[in-house]
């Protein structure tokens, strides 16, 4: 059980726009801020989204990321095959002097 | 550019121990804190300790407190893990990973750099 909630799936099409959340508490992502994360198949996790929106060098603005008090979301626009991947969120959390993640959701691109 | 490379990973019995290795480059080693983060397979991604910058903090998640000591060698740009008493559910692969920032009064901050993780089996 992941302490923040993530969908276990999402899908779409090619070229639309798809959201995926992430749910917490105040101590993670009420009061740090949220990562997202790309997983494809047998690799290491790769940095998407850092400190609630911020893209690193590389990162197509297709991707973007916000945060509402508790809640945080990844949007993806103009969906292509090669975005199909495991996306994840994670936060600091003030309660055990971590981090936490999501249980990660699966991104289908139909 | 920032390397994390992991090793020591392999298939151990339940109870016994194992040490893994991180060799970092390419970023000021002891500037930062340092995570390590594992996935079972087919699963998600599961936070496991963190240490700071000088070694002089640790934290641990609940499911390894007691049997995992996460340690570091500034002078080797290395990070350690050293694992006792595993359990079938150690069985995961294990990443270190670079903060994007180090921890500030309680509070940490999420990898920006994976490395390629190392794989740990625990099976009789």
């Known amino acids: 059980q992941s302490v923040l909630t993530q969908p276990p799936s999402a899908s779409g099409t090619p070229g639309q726009r798809v959201t995926i959340s992430c749910s917490g508490s105040?101590?993670?992502?009420?009061?740090?801020?949220v990562y997202w994360y790309q997983q494809l198949p047998g690799t290491a996790p790769k940095l998407l989204i850092y400190?609630?929106?911020q893209r690193p060098s590389g990162v197509p603005d297709r991707f973007s990321g916000s945060r509402s008090g508790t809640s945080a979301s990844l949007a993806i626009s103009g969906l292509r095959s090669e975005d199909e991947a495991d996306y994840y969120c994670?936060?600091?959390?003030?309660?055990?002097?971590?981090?936490?993640f999501g249980g990660g959701t699966k991104l289908t691109v139909l | 550019q920032v390397q994390l490379v992991e090793s020591g990973g392999g298939v151990v019995q339940p109870g016994r121990s194992l040490r893994l290795s991180c060799a970092a480059s390419?970023?000021?080693?002891?500037?930062?804190?340092m995570h390590w983060v594992r996935q079972a397979p087919g699963k998600g991604l599961e936070w496991v300790a963190v240490?700071?910058?000088?070694?002089?903090?640790?934290y641990y998640a609940d499911s390894v407190k007691g049997r995992f000591t996460i340690s570091r060698d500034n002078s080797k740009n290395t990070l350690y893990l050293q694992m006792n008493s595993l359990r079938v559910e150690d069985t995961a692969v294990y990443y270190c990973?670079?903060?994007?920032?180090?921890?500030?009064?309680?509070?940490?901050?999420?990898?920006?750099?994976w490395g390629q993780g190392t794989l740990v089996t625990v099976s009789s």
């Open positions: 990973a670079k903060p994007d920032l180090s921890c500030s009064g309680g509070s940490c901050y999420g990898p920006d750099y």
């Open positions: 390419g970023f000021s080693f002891r500037s930062y804190d």
């Open positions: 240490i700071s910058y000088d070694g002089s903090n640790k």
């Open positions: 105040s101590s993670n992502i009420g009061s740090n801020y």
């Open positions: 400190r609630n929106n």
């Open positions: 994670a936060a600091g959390d003030d309660s055990l002097s971590g981090v936490v």
